[in-house]
């Protein structure tokens, strides 16, 4: 970070209310049993993959009991031809949206998750000839609204059913965000406020009251990154967004604020040259958070209460790294141990001292986790894999060839109301998931 | 979003996704005619091939074509390699690369028959990915009067006696000419060319071009019209009959004078790239990086030399494989489209997804290796359309394939960043049973 956090001079909205949405959110780990607890309760929004990295974006999805102990079928519903992004494909309420560039302008759209018709589609702007991948940013839904930030950084907020837009803000604009096409981070829904990294000479954080627009709280700074998103954390029993930071000399580092006002509760620089990433930085139970970098996933313990709350690094590994992926799912959290790629292989890592207990050459990927199984979409093959979330070694329960080898996906899968939702370079995929039928 | 697309057909869980090799309803044989298109007058011997991109740098071999009724794909023997991204230099029957193991970068010779290890030797620790980027060596090593070259993407520069890897001399690019460390480490190939060692060396003040005596190591001549080393590597071309060396940096592309290092002409580059500058037809050169492809005409009116940008467009988006010229036409990747354009005006002919691949152009034949896919194909280089003569599986699909297809003794030679793979293209009959199925 670049100097302390400035007071923040006011106290918008009720923080109660926050705190008891967000509460919601973090309870929906769902199969992730590390956080929280209790049964999820799926309902609405939260049910589905309303954001970026899923509903508690800690890349687990929130249902439980999808997959038996027997064999797993995937079974294709639909597919459709897509426009370029490695957007994620984000789900609720029956719908799903993404953004996409094609004919020179980047656009959300909206389909009907059962058919893959198409509901409705919104110009954002014109699209970013030099981003090969097309679009990034992966835009959040609560199933009212859906609030989309294009390359060229401006924000929207759209009606979910109709695509109307509600109110926007142009934030290179209003808030020297940018430069145009460099907006590639995913806002962060959590209750009523929308969270927004910016990299910017003046703001590094933008907080918006998501039913008017309203700058609630943001935070001063230069440098920053535009390409990683902030995560969401319940720690010492606070709940914060920890977000990313890139130093004025390239280190990377991790910071977390109180999600109520913006407050900053903790820095921690890193003092070697690679470590950063375009990744969201990773829950860990126990206070701990981890960072995939590009020289490796490093992990720091949260010590301490309240203003005293300090990070601590904790252990690094290069079996888990960031990879050549524009921006992408690359480790999640299970059961005391983490799981994620490292160049060309999945590994599986001990969460508490980052001892590898096994690594498995499937080639490059990215992977979310549904009930206990990670579900691995790979870059290159085509393959979308099942693969048992156990530190007793690599157990691939299922796989299908979805999409043509060589054509690339860089878009982590999505679950939602037991199907998969899966994106390439070329289509867009549902699968059901479920026991072998007859 | 276009229109829906027809749902396809359920493709089945647990597919085999092995390599296969695939009956061939038609066969390509492409013997060696050596020479190339070599406009620089170097000739070659059947069984080499002199590294980076082959004769003449531009990914382009010659060959007679006979068609027979049908054929396989024969694989001759197939072995595990480390990392990295290097060609093969091929000379004598030994064919030279480098790859990282274990944390260190090799140089290594093999017997090209067999596939067998020769000799390996240690060259420094390996240079890890970073930002994105994959570990292992990028460059290739290239072959002159009995010796090796090879860089490190450290910006070592090794020379070693070729018959025993035996170490001559080494230059460090930083500490003794002054190169700024490419950021993603250096991936420039050395020229052999006469009795010089051209070195796209890219030092911040001077040195941007160094000619090496392969002797010693020591300097010949150095140039430096430009700034930023880029990634791409210096090529012999003859322009309005003068032979020069050309080579592009993040900001100029530039020719200067073999025997003395003078600077001929110069020009804007496209901005950062591996392409290096490729000769074309007409005094013509072809400059592609990442986003964009322009063809420059370049003139000598009584010594002064000028340069004339023809057309540029944002096609052949290409990565780590030259864009090849046959017959008046241009075939390179745009993204996932292999794409003809027609070399005078830029237009495109035709485009076909085949998704990202690397291309050599042998005979009258696009060989492209998938980058992704592994898939090895064989394409008729024609501007009547796309026809596919041949397509195999030879990587594990997801592995990633970023060096071309090299070309030795009618045998296609491939690698990627676990394997290497001897292909032959041999009728049906004597292929049977030979052929690998499975892994």
């Known amino acids: 970070m670049n100097g302390a956090a400035a007071p923040r001079a006011r106290l918008p909205l009720p923080a109660l209310a926050v705190v008891l949405g967000v509460a919601g959110l973090l309870r929906l780990a769902g199969g992730a049993r590390d956080t929280a607890a209790g049964a999820a309760t799926p309902d609405g929004a939260a049910a589905g993959w309303p954001q970026w990295s899923g509903p508690a974006r800690n890349g687990a999805a929130s249902a439980t009991r999808v997959f038996g102990r027997g064999a797993i079928r995937l079974r294709e519903v639909w597919r459709r031809s897509a426009d370029a992004g490695v957007s994620a494909l984000i789900v609720a309420g029956g719908r799903l949206f993404s953004l996409a560039a094609g004919g020179g302008s980047e656009y959300a759209f909206a389909l009907d998750a059962d058919t893959g018709r198409t509901l409705w589609r919104v110009t954002l702007g014109p699209s970013e000839p030099s981003l090969r991948f097309g679009v990034v940013s992966t835009p959040a839904t609560d199933g009212r609204r859906l609030f989309a930030l294009s390359t060229a950084c401006k924000l929207l907020a759209l009606d979910a059913a109709s695509g109307e837009l509600a109110w926007q803000h142009d934030l290179r604009a209003e808030f020297k965000a940018g430069p145009p096409g460099s907006c590639w981070t995913s806002p962060l829904l959590a209750g009523d406020l929308l969270v927004v990294q910016v990299k910017s000479p003046e703001r590094r954080v933008l907080a918006f009251n998501a039913a008017s627009g309203a700058l609630t709280w943001s935070l001063p700074g230069s440098e920053g990154s535009a390409h990683s998103s902030p995560s969401l954390a319940q720690i010492a029993g606070v709940i914060q967004a920890v977000l990313e930071d890139i130093q004025a000399d390239g280190h990377g580092g991790l910071y977390g604020l109180r999600l109520a006002d913006g407050a900053l509760l903790w820095s921690l620089p890193f003092a070697d040259p690679e470590s950063y990433s375009f990744d969201i930085p990773l829950q860990l139970p126990g206070d701990r958070v981890a960072l995939v970098t590009w020289n490796g996933i490093r992990a720091v313990a949260l010590r301490g209460q309240g203003a005293g709350l300090a990070a601590v690094p904790l252990w690094t590994s290069r079996d888990i790294r960031a990879e050549i992926q524009p921006v992408n799912l690359h480790a999640v959290a299970y059961g005391g141990h983490v799981y994620g790629f490292g160049g060309e292989f999945l590994s599986c890592l001990d969460a508490a001292t980052g001892r590898t207990v096994w690594k498995e050459k499937i080639y490059p990927g990215s992977l979310i986790l549904v009930d206990g199984q990670l579900v691995v979409q790979s870059r290159g093959s085509g393959l979308v894999r099942v693969v048992a979330a156990t530190p007793a070694g690599y157990q691939e329960r299922a796989r299908a060839e979805v999409f043509t080898p060589g054509a690339l996906s860089q878009t982590p899968p999505s679950f939602a109301g037991r199907r998969l939702f899966l994106r390439n370079v070329d289509e867009i995929v549902a699968l059901d998931v479920g026991a072998p039928g007859p | ?439």
């Open chain 2, 1 to 439: 979003m276009h229109a829906d697309r027809a749902k396809r057909s359920q493709r089945s869980a647990g597919r085999e996704l092995f390599r296969r090799l695939l009956p061939l309803a038609l066969f390509a044989v492409l013997s060696h005619a050596g020479g190339g298109f070599a406009q620089s007058g170097r000739s070659l011997e059947p069984a080499d091939w002199p590294g980076l991109w082959g004769p003449d740098r531009t990914a382009r071999v010659a060959g007679p074509l006979q068609i027979l009724p049908t054929v396989q794909l024969k694989e001759v023997w197939r072995r595990p390699i480390g990392k990295g991204f290097s060609e093969v230099a091929v000379a004598g029957g030994r064919g030279y690369t480098m790859f990282s193991e274990a944390d260190v970068d090799y140089l290594g010779a093999f017997d090209v028959a067999t596939g067998k290890e020769i000799w390996r030797r240690r060259l420094e620790a390996t240079y890890h990915g970073h930002d994105g980027s994959l570990d292992g060596p990028i460059s290739t090593p290239v072959l002159a009067g009995g010796r090796l070259f090879a860089l490190t993407p450290w910006g070592k520069l090794f020379a070693v006696e070729q018959a025993t890897g035996r170490e001559v001399w080494r230059l460090d690019l930083k500490a003794d000419l002054g190169a700024a460390a490419p950021f993603w480490g250096f991936a420039t190939s050395p020229l052999p060319l006469g009795g010089i060692l051209v070195v796209q060396a890219g030092g911040a003040t001077s040195n941007s071009l160094v000619a090496l005596d392969p002797a010693s190591g020591k300097l010949v001549w150095s140039a430096h019209p430009a700034s930023g080393t880029g990634y791409s590597s210096p090529v012999a071309m003859t322009l309005q009959g003068v032979p020069q060396i050309v080579a592009a940096t993040q900001d100029k592309v530039f020719a200067v004078r073999p025997v003395d290092g003078a600077v001929l002409w110069s020009a804007p580059s496209l901005g950062e790239t591996r392409q290096s500058p490729v000769s074309l037809p007409g005094d013509r050169v072809l400059l592609t990086n990442w986003y964009e492809t322009a063809v420059l005409q370049v003139k000598s009116d009584g010594g002064a030399w000028g340069v004339r940008e023809l057309w540029r467009k944002p096609v052949f988006k290409t990565t780590y494989s030259p864009a090849v010229y046959r017959q008046g036409y241009l075939y390179g990747m745009n993204g996932n489209f292999l794409t003809c354009l027609d070399v005078e005006t830029g237009e495109t002919k035709w485009r076909e997804k085949i998704y990202n691949a690397a291309l050599l152009l042998a005979g009258g034949y696009l060989a492209a290796l998938g980058e992704q896919s592994g898939d090895f194909r064989l394409v008729e280089a024609s501007p009547e359309g796309f026809r596919q003569r041949l397509k195999a599986r030879i990587f594990t699909p997801g592995a990633l394939s970023m060096t071309g297809p090299m070309f030795v003794s009618g045998r296609f030679l491939l690698r990627n960043g676990e394997e290497m793979v001897l292909l032959e293209l041999a009728p049906a009959e004597t292929a049977a049973g030979a052929a690998r199925n499975g892994s």
